[in-house]
Nanobody
Framework: VQLQAFGGGLVQAGGSLRLSCAAS????????MGWFRQAPGKEREVVAA????????RYADSVTGRFTISRDNAKNTVYLQMNSLKPEDTAVYYC?????????????????WGQGTLVTVSS
């Protein structure tokens, strides 16, 4: 499985960004897909996760109601729509493929990582 993330950048607080993760590999449907982030000096944390087939989702409490994860099965692409961004959302965001039980997705349960994309939210 190979993952390539796009869409980071600089945005003002209250603004929006959409991250994309293009995935390839023959066994994609057996994985859950997640977005993680890591801020300077902090541990990597799960932001949102989704299953390919049913589209079951989970979100971190800190982003619930502001971020939306979705997937386009035809394009093998996972998106993270981020609205009402806050300075504390500033981090490197990573796309990942891991456990299909997305409610339990943690960095330790990730099998494949994409490269990170930096999101900076200015106040």
């Amino acid at each position: 499985v190979q993952l390539q993330a796009f869409g980071g950048g600089l945005v003002q607080a209250g603004g929006s960004l959409r991250l994309s993760c293009a995935a390839s590999g023959r066994t994609l449907s057996s994985y859950g897909m997640g977005w993680f982030r890591q801020a300077p000096g902090k541990e990597r944390e799960v932001v949102a996760a989704i299953t390919w087939i049913i589209g079951s989702t989970r979100y971190a409490d800190s982003v619930t109601g502001r971020f939306t994860i979705s997937r386009d099965n035809a394009k093998n692409t996972v998106y993270l729509q981020m609205n009402s961004l806050k300075p504390e959302d500033t981090a490197v965001y990573y796309c990942a493929a891991g456990t299909n039980k997305v409610a339990t997705m943690t960095p330790q349960r990730v099998n494949y990582w994409g490269q990170g994309t930096l999101v900076t939210v200015s106040s």
